[in-house]
Each structure stands twice: as C-alpha cells, then as structure tokens.
C-alpha cells in the first residue's frame, strides 16, 4: 500500500507537501504514510482514493484495477 500511494502521487506530479495540504496532516506525518512508518488511518484511506479517482481496495493492493467502483444502487 505504501509504494502504490507513493507512485499514484509520483504520477499525478505533486509533491508530499502538496497531499499533506489536502490531508490536513504535516508533510512529515505524510511522508511517515508513504514510507509505512506510519497506519494510514480509514479516513485518510478514503480520502485518498477519492482524490486519485480509485478505490480504497487499488491503494491497499488487493485489486490491480484502479478505476473506481461504480455507485451503489439504493435499494430501498
């Protein structure tokens, strides 16, 4: 999961700074996500897969398809 949050911001071209800003967080708190150092939190998970257009499952490596899900259908 580490290295796939790594390489996503890589190839969007943005800095840790850039990611800590959205997140909230300081860069050295982003950094520590990147080098596993440090859990990445659920809501940060979320938040994550939103910015990058992708789902939780691509960023935590369980899945190589990095679309996103499609939206749940409301069944009541």
């Given at each position: 999961?580490?290295?796939?949050?790594?390489?996503?911001?890589e190839?969007?071209?943005?800095?840790?700074?850039?990611l800590?800003?959205y997140l909230?967080?300081?860069?050295v708190?982003?950094?520590y996500?990147?080098?596993?150092?440090?859990?990445?939190?659920?809501?940060?998970?979320?938040?994550?897969?939103?910015?990058?257009?992708t789902s939780?499952?691509?960023?935590l490596?369980?899945?190589d398809?990095r679309?996103?899900?499609?939206?749940?259908?409301n069944?009541?």
């Amino acid at each position: 999961m580490y290295r796939r949050i790594r390489d996503l911001r890589e190839d969007a071209d943005l800095l840790q700074k850039d990611l800590a800003g959205y997140l909230n967080c300081s860069q050295v708190c982003y950094s520590y996500y990147e080098l596993g150092r440090r859990d990445v939190p659920s809501e940060i998970l979320v938040k994550l897969a939103g910015f990058y257009n992708t789902s939780t499952d691509y960023i935590l490596g369980l899945t190589d398809v990095r679309e996103p899900y499609p939206p749940s259908k409301n069944t009541g």
